[in-house]
C-alpha cells in the first residue's frame, strides 16, 4: 500500500457543527503532516506529528484540533470553525524527514457556511 | 515573505518539446529540494528531489538542476507529453532541531502541453 487515504472527499458543515477529517497511511511512514491550502495557493503546513507526537503547531487557531491515535492515523477535529476556513486540507506522510518526498492523500474539501 | 518563488503562474508548450520550469529561494538554510506535480482535486503527487549539495539529479524525462550561488532550480521535462498538463509545485524542506522537516511551497506553475 503505497498511498494515504483521506476521508470524506467533500465536507460541507455550518459553524457550531463539530465534525473530523481522518488521514490513514500504512507504508510505516513515522512523520504525518496537516496542510491546508486555499485556491490559487500554495499548501501552509499546520501540524507536524512525528512517531506519534506533535512536534510542529504552525499557530494554528484551537477550532482545529489535532489527534494521532497510533502511527497510521491521523485526525484533525474541527469545532466552530468560520467561513474563512473552508478550504482543501491535505493530509501528508513521510519517512523521518522526507527528503524523497512526502506523499499526500487527495485532500478533504471543506466548505464552511 | 515568500521564502520559495514560482514567478511564472503558467507555461504552455508543444507535445515533444522541452518543459522548463522555474523556482527562486531566499532561505540559505533549505537543505532539500523537491517538485510536485498536481492534478485538480488531487494531493500533489512527488516527482523528483534534488540535495541542496548537488547540482543535477535526473528521473526518466525529469531533469531537476540547483545553482545555489543563484538560489535557483528549475525543472526540465524533456520530451514534454499531453499527460505532463497539470500545476508543478516547487518546494524546498527546512529541518527543525536537525531531525523533523516542514516543506515551504512555491504557488505554483500551471503546465499546459498541446499536442
Known amino acids: 500500500d503505497t498511498e494515504v487515504t483521506q476521508t470524506p472527499k467533500h465536507l460541507v458543515m455550518g459553524m457550531t457543527n463539530k465534525k473530523s477529517l481522518k488521514c490513514e497511511q500504512h507504508?510505516?511512514?513515522?512523520?504525518m503532516y496537516w496542510y491546508k491550502q486555499k485556491a490559487k495557493k500554495p499548501p501552509e503546513l499546520m501540524f507536524v506529528y512525528s512517531y506519534e507526537k506533535l512536534s510542529i503547531n504552525e499557530s494554528v487557531p484551537s477550532r482545529f484540533s489535532p489527534e494521532c491515535p497510533n502511527s497510521s492515523l491521523l485526525n484533525l477535529h474541527l469545532h466552530a470553525l468560520q467561513p474563512e476556513d473552508s478550504a482543501l486540507y491535505l493530509c501528508?506522510?513521510?519517512?523521518?524527514?522526507?527528503?524523497?518526498?512526502?506523499?499526500f492523500g487527495s485532500g478533504t474539501r471543506l466548505t464552511v457556511v | 515573505d515568500q521564502q520559495v518563488k514560482q514567478n511564472s503562474p503558467s507555461l504552455s508548450v508543444q507535445e515533444g518539446r522541452i518543459s522548463i520550469l522555474n523556482c527562486d529561494y531566499t532561505n540559505s538554510m533549505f537543505d532539500y529540494f523537491l517538485w510536485y506535480k498536481k492534478y485538480p482535486a488531487e494531493g500533489p503527487t512527488f516527482l523528483i528531489s534534488i540535495s541542496s549539495i548537488k547540482d543535477k539529479n535526473e528521473d526518466g524525462r525529469f531533469t531537476v538542476f540547483l545553482n545555489k550561488s543563484a538560489k535557483h532550480l528549475s525543472l526540465h521535462i524533456v520530451p514534454s507529453q499531453p499527460g505532463d498538463s497539470a500545476v508543478y509545485f516547487c518546494?524546498?524542506?527546512?529541518?527543525?532541531?536537525?531531525?523533523?522537516?516542514?516543506?515551504?511551497f512555491g504557488k505554483g506553475t500551471k503546465l499546459s502541453v498541446k499536442p
Open positions: 501528508a506522510s513521510s519517512q523521518d524527514t522526507g527528503a524523497y518526498g512526502y506523499t
Open positions: 518546494a524546498a524542506r527546512i529541518l527543525y532541531g536537525g531531525s523533523q522537516g516542514n516543506l515551504i
Open positions: 507504508m510505516g511512514h513515522r512523520a
